[in-house]
């Protein structure tokens, strides 16, 4: 009988206790006891890769609300940027573009998550000197929201890795039922065909059959 290593994925898994489940059902009362056993067991493990699925897909989507954040707060920057162009064209002796951007822009851009809202600290302590000069307070107004807005989508981004690790962590449990089955019930057939214990490979999936079958072009 050939069980499942651990480093093989959900659906070979899923290939073998699904096989046995079939192969047992109808069999014979130890057969069909077996098969119920299996039955709950795949499921766990179906229902368990979903979940992990679901978790990767929505993992996703925070990544993607992350990525929207990010544009938004650089859109903010530029705004503090163009308020800024826009006081020193009023009073150059401000210096207020110089100030606020020493290094320019790009310094304070190019960072991403947290790393971007760790330049906003020093960013805010330069732009302090500035505020309620011009348009200066809208654009602050503006950075407000988007700096709230990118800790929102990083504290999402942040939950959705936990979910796929705790999910992850779930499906593989799932898997280590599946070979701890294959091997219980193999071990039972075994007893129960004493006088042929070869008899009991029939009801475990053989992956050369399958490979065979495939080389033949069959299904």
Do not use: W
Not at 75 to 100: C, V
Not at 196 to 209: D, G, I, K, Q, T
Request: a positive charge; one cysteine or more.
């Amino acid at each position: 009988m050939r069980c499942p290593r651990e480093t093989d994925g959900s659906p070979v898994h899923r290939r073998h206790i699904r096989f046995h489940l079939t192969a047992c059902k109808g069999a014979g009362p130890v057969h069909d006891m077996l098969a119920a056993e299996a039955s709950t067991i795949y499921m766990n493990l179906r229902d368990a890769e979903r979940a992990r699925e679901d978790a990767e897909d929505a993992a996703t989507a925070a990544s993607a609300g992350l990525s929207r954040a990010e544009s938004t707060l650089e859109n903010a920057i530029r705004e503090l940027d163009a308020a800024a162009k826009k006081l020193d064209r009023k009073d150059p002796a401000l210096a207020a573009q110089r100030t606020i951007f020493p290094a320019g822009l790009r310094p304070v851009l190019k960072p991403e998550g947290q790393a971007q809202l760790d330049v906003l600290l020093p960013l805010r302590v330069r732009l302090a000197p500035f505020a309620g000069k011009g348009d200066v307070d809208d654009a602050i107004a503006g950075l407000d929201y988007a700096e709230m807005q990118h800790r929102a989508a990083l504290e999402t981004v942040d939950l959705a890795a936990a979910e796929v690790d705790t999910r992850f962590a779930h499906e593989r449990a799932a898997r280590r039922a599946v070979r701890e089955q294959l091997v219980s019930a193999f071990g039972r057939l075994r007893d129960h065909y004493k006088a042929h214990p070869a008899a009991a490979e029939a009801f475990f999936l053989r992956e050369r059959s399958l490979s065979k079958r495939k080389s033949d072009g069959t299904k």
